[in-house]
């Protein structure tokens, strides 16, 4: 499994170097209802007005306006709601959160999501503004997150989200997103266990007009961000390593049923064994129970220097 999960990252990070040459990437539609196609990802991230027309089409041609009915409630919290809703056979997810309209070049959860089309991003079929309000119409996903299954998954499982899980990262990567915000909440499961990237709330471009730019914001899940991320004052870090160090504390997760550690500074007596005294973090619970080509896996993954969590995941790609 471990070569598996190797060439997973190896090609996120082929796929990375691609990303900086401007190429795109081929990806196939998922399917609604079984059968109809919805409207395709534009071929550039810039072209907004396009992208609002097109969403304009979506939402009239499958009329996601009328004929829904609500069936439950997904997820709740302080940014809305999530429903089930229902027409005839076909189920959708809306996500229903307060928000100003679009203006384009904004990069906003919506333009940002409406973009994405990979069997391992969930899909946003298109969105509706009405007034402050705005509705997402998203792909439903059967078995919710994973964060609700994690107690009970089992090694073949946990392996296999991950691996999907790297797909879809270098996919959104390779269009020059960083999710910021990767965490099993996040991830959801169909029916079939295809895993599903979601919650685009706190993504943002790492890459505009070609060129690769350093993000500033302190945005994410506590346990779940980087220690560049994390450091007091200003800063200005790289957007994949964010998501790769995420993907570590995910792996972790997954395998041993607990968090690495609450925070990654050196304040938190975990993190700081991490950084200085490895070898006795090992002999702790959680740690203990993973093999040596797990904890290889992680040394790339949660490595304390960003630039080096790439470098670190290109030489292994070398060898
Ligand atoms: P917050 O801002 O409070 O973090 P949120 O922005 O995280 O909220 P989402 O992550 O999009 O909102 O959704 C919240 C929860 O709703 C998810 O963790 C998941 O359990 C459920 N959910 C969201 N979308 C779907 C979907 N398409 N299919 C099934 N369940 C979903
Ligand atoms: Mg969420």
Not at 45 to 64: A, G, I, P, S, V
Request: aromatic share 10%.
């Amino acid at each position: 499994m471990i070569f598996q999960v190797f060439f997973a990252l190896c090609r996120c990070f082929q796929e990375l170097k691609t990303c900086r040459r401007g190429k795109s990437s081929t990806s196939r539609e998922p399917d609604f209802g079984g059968t109809e196609n919805f409207a395709s990802s534009p071929a550039t991230l810039t072209d907004c007005e396009t992208l609002l027309k097109k969403n304009e089409e979506t939402c009239k041609r499958y009329n996601f306006a009328s004929g829904w009915s609500k069936v439950r409630v997904l997820g709740e919290g302080g940014y809305g709601k999530v429903f089930l809703l229902r027409k005839k056979k076909n189920k959708i997810a809306r996500k229903v959160v307060l928000s100003q309209p679009t203006d384009c070049g904004f990069s906003s959860e919506e333009i940002i999501h409406i973009q994405m089309s990979h069997p391992n991003v969930l899909k946003l079929y298109c969105w509706e503004q009405k007034a402050n309000v705005l509705c997402m119409n998203l792909e439903y996903c059967s078995r919710g997150d994973v964060a609700s299954h994690l107690l009970n998954l089992d090694e073949k499982d946990a392996k296999s989200y991950f691996k999907q899980l790297l797909d879809g990262v270098a996919y959104i990567h390779l269009r020059g997103i960083v999710h910021r915000d990767l965490k099993p909440e996040n991830l959801l499961l169909t029916k079939e266990k295809v895993l599903k990237i979601s919650d685009f709330g706190l993504a943002d471009f790492f890459i505009i007009n070609g060129k690769e730019i350093r993000l500033t914001e302190t945005v994410g899940t506590e346990s779940y961000m980087p220690p560049e991320v994390l450091q007091p004052g200003r800063k200005r870090y790289l957007g994949p390593p964010v998501d790769l160090w995420a993907c570590g504390v995910i792996f972790f997760k997954l395998m041993t049923k607990r968090k690495p550690w609450s925070r990654a500074d050196l304040n938190d007596e975990e993190y700081r064994m991490w950084v200085e005294n490895r070898k006795g973090l090992y002999k702790k619970d959680g740690w203990k129970e993973l093999n040596k080509a797990f904890r290889t896996l992680l040394n790339l993954l949660l490595e304390p220097n960003p630039t080096q969590r790439i470098y670190g995941w290109r030489r292994a790609c070398r060898h």
